[in-house]
């Protein structure tokens, strides 16, 4: 199984603000994953990225943004954060080409005031 | 469009017995399913997944079963604990080489001790 980080657990933030949502694995995934969850409702994927200095928009458009300069590092970027984002992010990645399962992360619940 | 839906969105169950959660996916393509547990305020953890050549896999006190005929899904938990509480998800791969998962919209099971 992958180790996957997410930091921040729980962040609660003002209308406006910027904020960054950290995701870093350190079993050298090349495929790595954001979805949007709201409370008891199904994953949205709203980014992916097959490799380093490859990101994809998901099937859930977001007004976020990612970036992946490194294999383990794929953080999430939101510039101006309002009340519609509050929902819960994971973060996941999978192995390698022929293993599709994807390991998750614990999640950053956001509330955006 | 293509989704991957559940029968039930809610499961109630004694300690002891045996629980059966459904799955309909609607995409003839997919050739790869997964199912997912969510325990509150974590991230979903791989419980077992079944590739599209097959009818019957076995885990530990859990099976998969994929009938491609009804396009049906289901997981089995034999001899449910109360550990055993939570959302399951099961997504699948819509074939391809497009490496995402489609995620259905969860059942919660809860088991009364």
């Known amino acids: 199984e992958a180790d996957i980080y997410q930091t921040p657990r729980y962040l609660v933030i003002g209308t406006g603000k910027k904020i960054t949502l950290e995701c870093s694995q350190t079993?050298?995934?090349?495929?790595m994953y954001w979805y949007q969850q709201d409370p008891g409702m199904e994953l949205h994927l709203i980014h992916y990225s097959y490799g380093v200095n490859s990101t994809e928009k998901g099937d859930l458009s977001s007004e976020s943004t990612v970036s992946r300069i490194r294999t383990e590092h794929f953080p999430l970027t939101l510039e101006s954060a309002r009340p519609s984002h509050t929902s819960q992010y994971l973060c996941?990645?999978?192995?390698?080409?022929?293993?599709?399962?994807?390991?998750f992360g614990p999640g950053t619940r956001l509330l955006v005031l | 469009g293509e989704s991957v839906g559940l029968h039930l969105p809610t499961l109630s169950v004694q300690e002891g017995d045996n629980s059966i959660i459904n799955c309909a996916y609607s995409n003839s393509a997919s050739d790869y399913f997964i199912w997912y547990k969510q325990e509150s305020g974590k991230g979903p953890q791989f419980i077992i997944d079944i590739r599209s050549n097959m009818d019957k896999r076995q885990g530990q006190r859990v099976t998969v079963l994929l009938n491609k005929t009804v396009k049906h899904l289901s997981l089995q938990i034999a001899a449910t604990q109360p550990g055993d509480s939570a959302v399951y998800f099961c997504a699948e791969n819509s074939g391809g080489s497009n490496y995402k998962l489609t995620f259905g919209k969860g059942t919660l099971l809860t088991v009364n001790p």
């Open positions: 079993m050298g995934h090349d495929k």
């Open positions: 996941a990645s999978r192995p390698w080409d022929y293993q599709e399962t994807q390991y």
